[in-house]
């Protein structure tokens, strides 16, 4: 059976010719076998035009459809316009779907237009300058305006921000009261700190002259160029407003108040002056008819006088055996 | 691309791309916001955009943006009804184009605009599927269904009518 099925090699073969030759019998029956081989018959397929395929079942259309939209699409092949042409003649109706696919190609609607085009042109300013560079050169703009407003603070102050602080000294401390002319010298103080001179005798100098002086002419010598005050040069201090404000404000503020109560204590004291000459004027005269009902009655009367420390009498009491009287100026205290 | 070309593309370009947005997204500001937002991003990288392509560019970043935005409106097609024949239309008809852009607007996204793009700028199968990112084989098949659709919808129309 190897030998028939041809699985045997030159030599196993050879040794089976041999063995063949040598058994006669064998021989003839191996021949036998060699004619019972079967041959092919002549049938075919006739229907293998079912099972091709074209790109019409890849896209999953019928042919017919495939070759309209073809048509319209990308035109046909020689072969398909044959097959079209067969194709129409088998019924009429056929070219119906022809006409039905031209029909499906869409048309713009040109009165639809973008009415914005403007806000989407670009335009250029100057040739050289890109718009890369404006940006670079905005942002370096911004940088230097936030390094300038924020350097602002400790910048030195220039003279004539000093000059400005000096000026703007209160009027009141040329008028302030005797009583309160010994703290003149102490605000001088204070505005000769803030001034902080390098030539602090000079600068002290200028201080008196602006107290001592109206305001008029504290404005005309600050006017002046400030080498003809002597001052040689300032060093400036960072003003806080705040407390510049509260220094300038309180001692107006305080010499009002002054002036108020000055007003006030000059009237109290020509009203104790008043009430005391009437009160002195009065006790003498009951003192006097006191002692003469004593003379009559033998009776011992007393009288206290309390002053005030500039030696008026404020207050009396006039004692006796059968009689005391306290007379005082009114709404006063009275110490004794 | 300079600045002029740039402009010219404006002037040129921006109606197309606009009728092509508003076909899909039947709403002009929006479709107009895609525009804008179209050119603006060809003009971001107009330095690097030969004028020779700039449709195709625009038309590319015009579909991107517009399927971006469909799909964030979780828009739907109607592919279904048109394909059981369920639509059902009682409007009266001016014209045949009309009647295809309604049949249109029933189309899934990607067939709807293909086939504005091979009608109404006549793009090839290439270009369109080089703006879409779609193979040009999904494109071509895309556009004969469509097709069929289209004509279907016609012949059911004129039954209607």
């Known amino acids: 059976m190897d030998y028939l099925d041809g699985n045997l090699t030159d030599s196993d073969q050879t040794m089976l010719l041999q063995f063949l030759e040598d058994n006669p019998t064998l021989k003839e029956e191996l021949d036998g076998l060699d004619n019972m081989v079967l041959n092919p018959t002549e049938d075919t397929f006739t229907i293998k035009d079912q099972l091709l395929k074209t790109q019409a079942d890849e896209i999953g259309l019928g042919y017919p459809d495939y070759i309209a939209i073809k048509e319209v699409e990308e035109g046909l092949s020689e072969e398909e316009n044959l097959w079209k042409a067969s194709y129409l003649k088998e019924d009429k109706q056929h070219s119906n779907l022809f006409t039905s696919y031209t029909q499906t190609l869409l048309k713009a609607n040109k009165n639809i237009r973008y009415q914005l085009k403007g806000n989407l042109k670009r335009a250029t300013l100057i040739p050289i300058i890109t718009i890369n560079k404006l940006k670079r050169i905005s942002i370096a703009a911004a940088v230097a305006m936030l390094l300038s407003v924020g350097t602002l603070p400790f910048l030195k102050e220039s003279a004539h921000q000093m000059k400005t602080v000096v000026v703007n000294d209160p ?166 | 691309m300079t600045v002029k070309e740039y402009n010219n593309s404006v002037e040129q370009y921006s109606d197309n791309i606009y009728r092509f947005v508003l076909k899909n997204i039947k709403d002009t500001e929006k479709a107009k916001d895609i525009v804008q937002d179209t050119f603006e991003k060809v003009w971001k990288n107009h330095a690097d955009i030969s004028y020779a392509k700039v449709k195709s560019y625009l038309f590319s970043t015009a579909y991107h943006t517009l399927i971006d935005s469909i799909r964030r409106e979780k828009y739907k097609a109607e592919w279904d009804k ?80």
């Open chain 1, 171 to 336: 009027p009141s401390l040329i008028t302030m009261p005797k009583a309160q002319t010994e703290k003149a010298p102490n605000k001088d103080i204070q505005v000769k700190d803030k001034i902080n001179t390098k030539a602090a005798v000079k600068q002290e100098t200028v201080v008196q002259t602006i107290v001592s002086t109206e305001q008029r002419t504290i404005v005309a010598s600050n006017d002046m160029p400030i080498e003809a005050l002597g001052i040689e040069s300032f060093e400036t201090t960072k003003v806080n407003a705040y407390e510049l404000g509260l220094n300038e404000m309180m001692p107006i503020i305080i010499a009002s108040n002054m002036a108020e109560r000055e007003q006030e204590y000059l009237a109290m004291q020509s009203q104790v002056e008043q009430e005391s000459a009437r009160l002195s004027k009065s006790s003498r005269a009951i003192v006097g008819s006191v002692k003469v009902i004593n003379f009559l009655s033998g009776n011992e009367t007393k009288m206290n006088k309390v002053l005030n420390q500039d030696g008026q009498m404020v207050a009396y009491q006039l004692e006796s055996e059968n009689i005391s009287i306290r007379q005082r100026i009114k709404n006063k205290p009275v110490t004794n």
């Open chain 2, 82 to 161: 048109a394909d059981e024949n369920k639509y059902y239309s009682n409007e009266s008809y001016s014209d045949l184009n009309e009647v295809l852009h309604q049949a249109l607007d029933r189309l899934p996204p990607d067939q709807k605009n293909v086939i504005l793009l091979r009608d109404y700028e006549g793009y090839s199968y290439q270009e369109i599927s080089e703006i879409t990112g779609l193979t040009e084989s999904q494109v071509k098949v895309y556009i004969f269904r469509g097709r069929q659709f289209l004509k279907n919808y016609i012949g059911k129309i004129e039954v209607l009518v």
